[in-house]
């Protein structure tokens, strides 16, 4: 019933930018935080950003100042702009629908690959 679905990768240059876009359908979108990871082959997923119900972000030590993430409460989608890309960036990137008294939700993931 919940599907998210991202959208947006693909190959980029170092410097380059990329916007990511989650779809949601089947969520009660305004009360689960929502967030992307990412996950390197042979590295364990970490946390990119992440947006609260009441608009908070955090990002993580090497998005901060690159990246962003936002809510659009009309689309009911997730959006990650990334900027200045760099080769440690790439990555499988994936969009998550939290809560704490709910089920969590997962996207499959979409490939960002960072080469001159």
């Known amino acids: 019933q919940v599907q998210l679905v991202e959208a947006g990768g693909g190959l980029v240059q170092p410097g380059g930018f990329l916007t990511l876009s989650c779809a949601t359908s089947g969520l009660v979108f305004d009360v689960y935080t929502l967030a992307w990871y990412r996950q390197a082959p042979g590295k364990q997923r970490e946390l990119v950003a992440q947006?609260?119900?009441?608009?908070?972000?955090d990002y993580a030590d090497f998005a901060r100042g690159r990246f962003v993430i936002s809510r659009d409460r009309f689309r009911k989608t997730i959006e990650l702009q990334m900027n200045n890309l760099k080769l440690e960036d790439t990555a499988v990137y994936y969009c998550?629908?939290?809560?704490?008294?709910?089920?969590?939700?997962w996207g499959q993931g979409t490939q960002v690959t960072v080469s001159s």
């Open positions: 947006e609260r119900p009441g608009g908070n972000s």
């Open positions: 998550a629908a939290t809560h704490q008294y709910r089920d969590n939700y």
